[in-house]
């Protein structure tokens, strides 16, 4: 299994809502990644988990709460978002961080804030 | 702030030609190069990476590096209609401790049938 999956594949949430993206992956990654791209823009790191402890926070705002309660998830919490907040989040993973992993993306959620 | 840069695009080949996509970087320090493809609305997909000074082949996509110059290329042989799409190049620091890839803004290629 060499995928990284991603739930929902669409979300639609008010400024007021709390919602949950899921990332999961089965390659026996240690490293996992969230990165959040707007649309013709690479996509921006935003946190980082190497051995599920968190290693990076990219000065994301709290309203963004990463959580990664094994090896093989990662959740990313969202509540009270702007309508700037959306885009297409994308989870990563490699099989450790190091200079020589390559980084696997999933296919994405695409978040639209009302 | 390192810096990755490629063309601007949009690059635009006969099907059957070569495309070359380049990258120049900023920090010497940089180890690790990747090329991503990411169709329209579709996540980044991984389709090189080279570390070592030289050319490295896979099919049709050739990666170039030359790490004294600070460059790194992708070549596509026979280019395919399929290959539409924008390629991301991204570098990684030598020893990084944090797995932090620094991207290109990307070059849009279309190849025309």
């Known amino acids: 299994d060499t995928e990284v999956t991603q739930t929902p594949k669409h979300l639609v949430m008010g400024m007021t809502n709390k919602k949950s993206l899921k990332c999961e992956q089965h390659?026996?990654?240690?490293?996992m990644y969230w990165y959040k791209q707007k649309a013709k823009k690479p996509p921006e790191l935003m946190f980082v988990?190497?051995?599920?402890?968190?290693?990076i926070n990219e000065s994301v705002p709290s309203r963004f709460s990463p959580e990664c309660p094994n090896s093989s998830l990662l959740n990313l919490h969202l509540h009270a978002l702007q309508p700037e907040d959306s885009a297409l989040y994308l989870c990563?993973?490699?099989?450790?961080?190091?200079?020589?992993?390559?980084?696997?993306f999933g296919p994405g959620t695409r978040l639209t804030v009302l | 702030q390192k810096e990755v840069e490629q063309n601007s695009g949009p690059l635009s080949v006969p099907e059957g030609a070569i495309a070359s996509l380049n990258c120049t970087y900023s920090?010497?320090?940089?180890?690790?190069f990747f090329w991503y493809r990411q169709y329209s609305g579709k996540s980044p997909e991984l389709i090189m990476f080279?570390?070592?000074?030289g050319d490295k082949e896979d099919g049709r996509f050739t990666a170039q590096l030359n790490k004294a110059s600070q460059y790194v290329s992708l070549l596509i042989r026979d280019s395919q209609p399929s290959d539409s799409a924008t390629y991301l190049c991204?570098?990684?620091?030598?020893?990084?401790?944090?797995?932090?890839?620094?991207f290109g803004r990307g070059t849009q290629l279309t190849v025309w049938p």
């Open positions: 080279i570390y070592s000074n």
């Open positions: 991204a570098v990684i620091d030598r020893g990084s401790t944090l797995g932090r890839l620094y």
């Open positions: 988990y190497s051995y599920e402890k968190l290693s």
């Open positions: 990563a993973s490699s099989r450790e961080i190091s200079s020589y992993n390559e980084q696997f």
């Open positions: 920090d010497r320090g940089s180890q690790s």
């Open positions: 390659m026996g990654h240690r490293a």
